[in-house]
């Protein structure tokens, strides 16, 4: 395994690593950076770290499609640790996701926020604490994605389960979404580092 600074190990840092092959941000999607874990207890590894074989340890990267093999043989550091970079399959990269989310991610706590509706934009605003109409207007920038998936309706409904993106503001995943006795929807969400 390769030895990793749990402090060098961060979105910015592969952000930075990714855009130094010479590629646009433009055409860089998510990153999803889970934390290291022990692979017998299968929980996060503190102080000095070695190896990224655990169980969720690895680094996921959505670029377009046909920078792929460009990303894969150019990327070979995040800072000063040699990677190995890989193409993987979106089926196999849900399985990772669910294992991520069994254990909890890199999830906070759950938040609860009552809306007058399940819109896009509204989840948006109560999720990154910005205005409607700054939401609305990231979305139709194509700024927001539902389910890795650029949105540019304000007025789509998010649904139980969805995992809403803003780029630069961070994820926020939907566990619940319930009508209270008021006629007002009951929103429960984690938000992502």
């Known amino acids: 395994g390769f030895k990793f600074d749990p402090k060098r190990r961060s979105h910015r840092h592969v952000l930075g690593s990714v855009l130094g092959t010479g590629i646009d941000r433009s055409v860089v999607g998510d990153i999803i950076v889970p934390p290291?874990?022990?692979?017998?207890?299968?929980?996060?590894?503190?102080?000095?770290?070695?190896?990224?074989?655990?169980l969720g340890s690895d680094i996921h990267l959505f670029v377009q499609a046909d920078l792929c093999d460009y990303v894969c043989n150019r990327l070979t550091h995040i800072g000063r640790t040699p990677v190995e970079a890989e193409r993987v399959r979106l089926g196999e990269l849900c399985a990772s996701l669910a294992a991520m989310d069994a254990m909890g991610g890199d999830a906070g706590d759950r938040l609860v926020k009552t809306l007058a509706s399940p819109r896009l934009d509204t989840v948006v605003s109560a999720a990154f604490k910005l205005s409607r109409s700054k939401c609305v207007e990231a979305i139709k920038k194509g700024q927001v994605q539902l389910n890795w998936e650029v949105s540019e309706k304000p007025g789509r409904e998010v649904a139980e389960g969805d995992v809403v993106t803003f780029r630069g503001k961070g994820r926020a995943k939907v566990w619940s979404l319930e009508v209270n006795r008021r006629e007002?929807?009951?929103?429960?969400?984690?938000?992502?580092?």
């Open 36 to 54: 290291l874990l022990d692979a017998d207890k299968q929980q996060p590894l503190t102080g000095d770290a070695t190896g990224v074989d655990g």
């Open 184 to 193: 007002r929807w009951v929103v429960e969400f984690s938000l992502f580092k």
